[in-house]
């Protein structure tokens, strides 16, 4: 066993981690059911297994209608025994020690890929992942620039990170990758802008990148007027996601929570149903959407006016250091000019070792007051740091707290419109018995008012479903705050 797992205990993926993990990721009001029941794992569409120092993937054979696997924070030396998840859609394999791309050839609706601070040090073995859109390999140990080529086969690949591997020290790495994946709307986490292939960088390359510069220009030419049309469009839903309340600003929750849902388009058919939903219910429910997506944008703006100005107090801290420095050095190379011509005109030995002694002194002293710049910059930055620090923890703190007591309204109001449907429900149940229904109900509907358990089993489902959607959105929207 590696030198590395002395201190780990290594886990296997087995029936009882498998089952805690379904258990912990239920809601709370099907939790104790799950436990006492049970839930068939070929249900099971997201499994989350994190920081349990899982060595092997193994055992989830079972799992045939998993879309999302998180397998990061663990231990994993290789990727293996994923090929019958053939729906995943979201694979997490970050933070582990995997050093070779494969395992992967039948994921192919596989849109989202992390492999992020890992040991890989080669882009292979993926070319069955046609359907990618965003993959992150950061913090790995690709250091051949030309490999980026590899992501060229996936057309629909439109986030990529690649920071902190080696190849992003080449002063071309930015517009290389650029230029040979044109369709990237996000870099290593910064929106792709004009600016970033702009013609004055083209011209600090030099000659020997003109055919990569031809490349870039011929991919403006074609797609200048796409980008006019839609740049609007797209950098609105960015500022969104940036604020982490992409689609709340409207009613897209809500009908979401009512798309696919069988059980929901046979209670509409309720007398009152529709007004219930309609007028009330949806009302109260955009409204909480849109006062948490205001929020979130103003609190965006509070962020992004935090991050700039840290960099602007980090750029004049800098300039400032450097034009000192320079001042410095400057002034010593004006002081000691005759002092070296003195040395080399000397006349005697000891007339020269004499100016040499004098000199060797004055590069001491510079050197003195170099190291006492450097030590002044090291702090103001570690200050700077840290006041940042604080900053963004308050402000991310303050946002998650007022998130969390903002977003529970929505699964309050669905809480209340379920109550009130049920009302519905069992009043309809009533008249149909006596035959005091005004209009005539469809087939499938009138086979629910047979049976007052099928008619409150259709409307529990149904509000499961929707409470699960509420719950997804939110868990999503903190997890990507703290992913953030």
Not at 185 to 204: E, G, I, M, P, Q
Not at 218 to 235: D, E, H, P
Request: charged content about 25%; hydrophobic content about 40%; aromatic content about 10%.
């Amino acid at each position: 066993m590696s030198e590395l797992y002395k201190s780990i205990e290594p886990n296997v993926i087995d029936d009882e981690m498998v089952q805690k993990a379904i258990e912990e990721q239920c809601p709370e009001d099907i939790e104790k059911l799950v436990k006492r029941e049970g839930i068939p794992l070929k249900d099971v569409t997201e499994l989350q297994l994190s920081f349990r120092n899982i060595l092997q993937i193994d055992n989830l054979w079972q799992f045939e209608n998993l879309t999302k696997l998180q397998l990061d924070n663990n231990i994993l030396e290789k990727i293996e025994g994923l090929e019958s998840l053939v729906h995943l859609v979201w694979l997490d394999l970050s933070f582990n020690n995997i050093e070779v791309i494969e395992g992967l050839d039948t994921l192919v609706k596989l849109q989202d890929l992390s492999l992020y601070s890992n040991r890989i040090s080669k882009i292979e073995h993926m070319d069955t992942l046609q359907e990618l859109q965003i993959f992150s390999i950061g913090k790995n140990n690709l250091s051949t620039l030309e490999d980026v080529t590899y992501l060229r086969r996936f057309k629909n690949l439109h986030t990529l990170n690649l920071m902190g591997n080696p190849l992003c020290d080449s002063e071309r790495y930015m517009l290389f990758v650029v230029a040979h994946l044109p369709d990237l709307v996000y870099l290593d986490f910064k929106l792709v802008s004009d600016t970033t292939v702009s013609f004055s960088a083209f011209t600090a390359w030099g000659n020997e990148q003109w055919h990569l510069t031809e490349h870039l220009l011929c991919w403006y030419a074609s797609n200048i007027l796409a980008f006019r049309a839609g740049s609007l469009q797209k950098l609105g839903l960015q500022k969104h996601a940036a604020a982490f309340v992409e689609y709340l600003n409207g009613s897209f929750l809500f009908d979401s929570m009512y798309a696919d849902d069988a059980e929901a388009a046979k209670l509409a058919y309720l007398p009152g149903q529709n007004t219930l939903t309609d007028v009330t219910y949806r009302k109260e429910f955009v409204s909480v959407c849109e006062n948490l997506f205001n929020y979130g944008l103003k609190e965006h703006e509070k962020r992004e006016a935090e991050v700039s100005d840290f960099y602007e107090g980090l750029h004049q801290a800098l300039t400032a250091n450097q034009q000192e420095g320079r001042k410095i050095i400057l002034d010593f190379e004006n002081r000691n000019k005759a002092k070296l011509d003195e040395i080399h005109n000397a006349s005697s030995y000891d007339i020269a070792e004499s100016k040499q002694a004098d000199y060797k002194e004055d590069i001491f002293q510079l050197s003195e007051a170099l190291m006492t710049l450097e030590m002044q910059i090291a702090d103001q930055l570690e200050e700077l740091i840290e006041d940042f620090k604080r900053n963004i923890a308050v402000m991310v703190s303050t946002f998650v707290e007022n998130v969390k007591g903002i977003y529970p309204f929505c699964r309050d109001l669905e809480n209340l419109y379920h109550e009130k449907l049920l009302e519905i429900a069992i009043t309809t149940l009533e008249k149909s018995v006596k035959n005091e229904l005004e209009e005539a109900l469809p087939a499938d509907v009138q086979v629910l008012l047979g049976d007052k358990t099928a008619i409150v089993n259709a409307a529990n489902v149904s509000h499961g479903i929707r409470l699960r959607k509420i719950d997804k959105r939110g868990s999503d929207l903190l997890c990507n705050v703290y992913r953030w």
